[in-house]
């Protein structure tokens, strides 16, 4: 079967334009035409897709496919820059990020707070501190320290009850120790 001689002629006129020196070519006229490098990947693609799409209309008679395919760069580097134009890229100012480490004067109120609590947990009664540092600061469990102390488990959690109102009742007083004395300095 023989093709017809338009047929012969769009067969090579493919042939001759997808190979891989006119791809490199088409990224070298973008670079002529003024496109960006970061850009120009981008639009060689969109080349080639316009090249492909427009394939059909091609006629072989009316020049060469590098021509062809040379005008098609054009055009769409003419709408690159068209709409470069338009884009608006906006721009913030810099945000000033926060140290998320403590400064000096938290880490001083910190430890304040935590001598004070530790304080304030020494100052309770024995057996009401024996619970709560047990419970709350070594996480063991209620039944194990009933266990362990040979009390009943209602006992120990009266004893813990008690022990918390005492220690914020500590605290409070403290804290009110704190502000009167401020109060004096500062006058």
């Given amino acids: 079967m023989c093709r017809p001689p338009d047929e012969d002629e769009r067969a090579a006129a493919h042939a001759r334009l997808f190979c891989p020196t006119l791809v490199r070519a088409v990224l070298r006229w973008l670079g002529r035409l003024g496109v960006p490098l970061c850009h120009r990947s981008d639009v060689a693609g969109q ?11 091609f006629d072989p008679k009316r020049g060469r496919p590098e021509r ?91 004893r813990r009850t008690k022990a918390i109102d005492a220690l914020r009742g500590a605290i409070r007083l403290r804290e009110s120790r704190g502000i009167s004395t401020c109060g004096v300095t500062s006058q």
Wanted: proline content about 5%; overall charge negative; some cysteine.
């Fill in 68 to 158: 062809w395919l040379n005008a098609i760069t054009v055009h769409v580097a003419s709408h690159y820059h068209e709409r470069a134009q338009h884009r608006r890229e906006e721009l913030v100012e810099l945000i000033e990020v926060l140290d998320p480490a403590p400064d000096a004067a938290a880490v001083m109120e910190c430890d304040n707070i935590r001598t004070s609590t530790i304080d304030a947990v020494n100052e309770l009664e024995p057996e009401l501190r024996f619970v709560l540092v047990a419970h709350d600061l070594n996480g063991v469990s209620m039944a194990k320290i009933a266990e362990d102390a040979g009390l009943p488990l209602s006992t120990l959690y009266k």
């Fill in 47 to 57: 080349v080639w897709l316009n090249a492909w799409e427009s394939w059909p209309r």
